[in-house]
């Protein structure tokens, strides 16, 4: 980073994260809110409206405080020591914290259909079947019609249903059904992801404590633990990419498989191409040297299976609706087919949403830290680079998908390749503090003086950071229990004793055709769309009788099934 006359390098990138912060909170909150109502805009465009208002106040508001707080950067700094030092300390009580939080915060709850149409697939998985049955009569209570084969493939003859993502991710969810936990998946996938953070930091720059800065970033990232808690499976393209890295790295053939079965399944997690974009860059540099082609041969017969199976998915889901893939359907015709429709020219709608995504990669990060892994490129060893390539060939590449993300946090098609931002940003903040080439004892002397200083990096950066780690995961935290809380006071909650049915009136409210949820072979409670109280109540009399209304409002209905 270039020094302004009369200001320290610290006080200018402090200054830029204040100011980059101020500048999106405005655009925020004088260019985008046309409107009051939320519900006329996008969910996309309601979430970046209504909450990351708050979480760019909050840099700007972390800056000021960070600046006036000096024992705040001698704690922060401390603290990325001790990261460095006990990486297993660290992951265990992040798995505690976003294990409770996955409960609490975001009360367990598939949130979106992209979350829901996977956890129903790992139900399906977990009772031994491939998909499930919708009867047909109930159909249009059971699946929104726009749902159907976009988040749910559905045989029209025999109500046959599966997830249309690939099958990883669920797969990866079905022993957790088993045992009743399905929240606990990504828990325990980002304390996996934090050991292999700290392993690559190390790796990398050549010290724990650039471990220790690599962990930090990341916990002090909402992007990294509001994933964490939820439903999706980013968390679960994050931890693949990064143990699909240390194992290339390691450079033995024996190594190389294990990174191509990991990738075969990061390719199947949900949809190939955040895996495929992460890993190009990496295999290109395998192909380029001939010393590491028995390498690159290993990684190849590794992905083998991750690909039959990304085959024959589609090929399985052709069978129940033609608008998925015949499954007569040529291959190359099927992926050409495919590529079309997921990926197009960017026109100004596709333009403006891939910039606010930008925006959120900025505010759902550790205040500065996108600055900090520009900088870190500077010098930066090869695979450090290549993770570099990685990241900014995800992030161009999406600019030509016509689709924003919908509902999800920060910015999550950008997040399979997130941790290349905590390790750049690291790398900069070790090699901006000489003392860590020095002897063991000048060392310990030295990093005592940069700990306790307020003016330098490891101040300045550690205090950012554990100001965020507490405040800004916390005002995440609230953000996301309040918006899932919301949605679930639109439906009727079941008792959890008996068996009931329940009818939401879909048409009203904020999304409330995502609360037509079932998991397959779950039948203590039934969701219904509801088609008006009388329409229900006829409904119930065919159905079910003897079945008992026990409450009936704007929100639907609920229905007491006889034992």
Known sequence: MRQIRG?????????????????????ILFSSRAQDDRLAYSIFDRLYIFTDDWGAAFEVATVLLVCLAPPL?????????????????????????????????????PLAMDEYAQLAQAYAFAHGAWSWITPLAWIDRLIPP?????????????????????????????????????????????????????????????????????????????????????????????????????????????????????????LILH?????????????????????RWLALLALAAGYLPGVGVGIAWPLCLGHLTPHVAAATEPLMQLVVHKLRAAFTWPNWPVVRTRLKATVKIWLWSAPGLPLLAIAGLRGAVTPLRLL???????????????????HGWGYRYFHSAWGALPLLGAAFLVRSTPVLTKSPAAHAAEARITLTSSSGWWGLVGGLALASLILGNGL????????????????????????????????????????????????????????????????????????????????????????
């Open 146 to 266: 726009g749902f159907r084969n976009y988040f749910l493939a559905v045989d029209p003859g025999t109500g046959q249903t599966a997830s249309l993502y690939w099958p990883g991710f669920a797969a990866l969810l079905t022993p957790f059904v088993w045992a009743g936990v399905p929240w606990l998946l990504n828990p325990l996938l980002s304390a996996l992801s934090l050991l292999l953070m700290h392993a690559l930091g190390v790796r990398l720059l050549g010290t724990p404590t650039g471990g220790g800065w690599a962990v930090l970033l990341t916990l002090a990232s909402p992007e990294f633990t509001v994933s964490g808690i939820s439903y999706y499976s980013m968390t679960a393209h994050l931890t693949a990419n990064l143990a699909f890295v240390w194992f290339v790295l390691d450079g033995r053939p024996s190594r190389a498989l294990l990174a191509g079965l990991l990738g075969g399944l990061a």
């Open 476 to 563: 995440r935290f609230a953000q996301v229990h309040d918006i899932i809380g919301a949605l679930i006071a639109q439906v009727i909650p079941a008792p959890d004793q008996g068996r009931w049915v329940r009818f939401v009136t879909w048409n009203r409210g904020m999304y409330t055709w995502d609360r037509i949820q079932n998991m397959p072979g779950e039948t203590r409670t039934l969701t219904l769309m509801s088609f008006g109280a009388d329409a229900d109540s006829a409904w119930m009399v065919q159905r079910f009788p003897g079945a008992e209304r026990r409450v009936s409002d704007a929100r639907g209905s609920l229905w007491a099934l006889p034992p």
């Open 388 to 406: 570099a390539a990685s990241a900014f060939l995800t992030y161009g590449v999406y600019w030509f998908v016509p689709f924003d993300q919908g």
């Open 73 to 109: 950067r001698a704690a922060g700094a401390r603290l990325a020591t001790w990261l460095g030092a006990r990486p297993g300390y660290a992951a265990t009580i992040t798995f505690v914290v976003l294990a409770i939080a996955a409960r609490t915060v975001y009360r367990d709850t």
């Open 271 to 291: 949809n190939p191409v955040p895996h495929f974009l992460f890993a190009t860059p990496w295999i290109l540099w395998l192909l380029l040297d001939k010393t």
């Open 7 to 27: 200001m320290s390098r610290p006080a200018q990138f402090a200054l830029a994260t204040a100011v980059v912060s101020a500048i999106a909170w405005l655009e």
